[in-house]
């Protein structure tokens, strides 16, 4: 028999992967009930796309108006449940997956009966106004909508425990002289996260082609976050651990020595353990999460954990072990006589000074 908690991660997870895909079908039902009961009241065509200022400038047919609705809600929607059980080792993550799902199905829900309502009785659907008390209204039903998400994705994270996380692998120390200057630096970068931010400025001038140009805002500052994450550059030194984003100096994350038990490595799966990619925050850990696969694992003096998935971590890992251990030692040279014979230094590739890709 499974143990309690594995039951309980089970149990939870296909709850809320139940509840992030039947949200957009009980939206899209929504919509084709109001639909049916308004049919015989409604313009041919329905303007589907306003100005900033609510005038229709795109119109669908009265026939394509429920499959164009049932693609977008239907379609966005499948893509959270996915997300929802293959974060199943992370239940933090996951449950803002679900809430995110629900969120989207209201507003996905709210905007298409709030168009046919706006038609109601209109003999040209030119007249139609949709201004921005609707969107207004949108926000707050995916605010609503999120809530409701969250509650029903229940229990809380702190609940359900880590199941499926590779274990922690220690990394050791070493052979280097206490004089020796030792740096480990690499860059990485996330393939998914490097299309996404390329293919997001594409949909924001598609966007502002077919419609008004400042949605496609959005994409554009969408992708600068999002490029900023792409890649990053990881460094180990007498500083501890830093990893800056992008070409800027500005934002990073530091783990001073002082805050870190052990360095090792571990297999990370970035879905499943993490529920994707970038900077992300789970029960008891948190990291740079840019692909599936090797990472720097960081035991901190708190009890959590911090994580980077970078290449070569096991000799990162080795740096910062040997230099956390450097800075607890005591320094009492001065009562310990002559300074001993200097060990051999490392043969390690970097010759135990500088490991840099």
């Known amino acids: 028999m499974a143990p309690a908690r594995t ?3 089970r149990s939870v997870t296909i709850r809320r ?3 992030a895909g039947g949200a957009p079908v009980v939206g899209f039902t929504l919509v084709a009930v109001a639909f049916a009961a308004w049919h015989a009241r409604l313009p041919d065509p329905l303007a589907t796309h306003m100005t900033a200022n609510g005038r229709p400038d795109g119109f669908t047919s009265r026939g394509a108006f429920l ?4 693609a977008l809600l239907l379609g966005l929607g499948s893509f959270f449940p996915v997300i929802a059980w293959v974060s199943r080792a992370n239940p933090g993550g996951q449950r803002g997956t679900t809430a995110t799902g629900v969120g989207l199905s209201g507003i996905l829900t709210f905007i298409p009966i709030m168009l046919l309502h706006a038609h109601l009785d209109a003999d040209d659907s030119s007249t139609v106004r949709f201004g921005m008390g609707y969107l207004a209204a949108g926000l707050g039903v995916l605010v609503v909508a999120a809530g409701l998400g969250w509650l029903l994705a229940g229990p809380p994270a702190n609940e359900v425990v880590e199941a499926a996380t590779a274990p ?3 990394a050791g120390h ?3 002289r206490d004089s020796e200057v030792l740096v480990w630096t690499r860059r990485a970068v996330s393939p998914v996260l490097a299309v996404i931010s390329v293919a997001m400025p594409v949909v924001g001038v598609v966007v502002g082609i077919l419609g008004d140009w400042w949605p496609s805002l959005v994409f554009l500052s969408a992708a600068l976050l999002t490029g900023a994450f792409a890649a ?3 460094t180990a030194n007498t500083s501890g651990l830093t990893v800056a984003y992008g070409p800027l100096p500005r934002p990073r994350t530091q783990v001073p020595l002082a805050r870190i038990s052990e360095a090792g490595t571990r297999d990370v799966r970035a879905l499943r353990d993490f529920g994707g990619w970038g900077y992300r925050m789970r029960p008891g850990a948190s990291g740079v999460i840019l692909r599936s696969g090797e990472a720097l694992s960081l035991k901190l003096a708190t009890g959590s954990t911090f994580v980077v998935t970078v290449r070569d971590a096991r000799t990162a890992a080795s740096v910062i072990n040997t230099l956390a251990a450097r800075r607890r030692q005591p320094d009492d040279r001065d009562d310990a006589g002559p300074e ?5 230094a490392p043969t390690t590739e970097g010759h135990g000074r500088c490991w840099s890709a």
């Not at 499959?67 to 049932?70: E, R, S």
């Open 67 to 70: 499959p164009v609705f049932a």
């Open 7 to 9: 039951r309980s991660l």
């Open 17 to 19: 992967t139940l509840v």
């Open 340 to 344: 001993p014979a200097p060990r051999a």
């Open 232 to 234: 990053v550059r990881v």
């Open 174 to 176: 070493l052979e280097a």
């Open 168 to 170: 922690h692998a220690k």
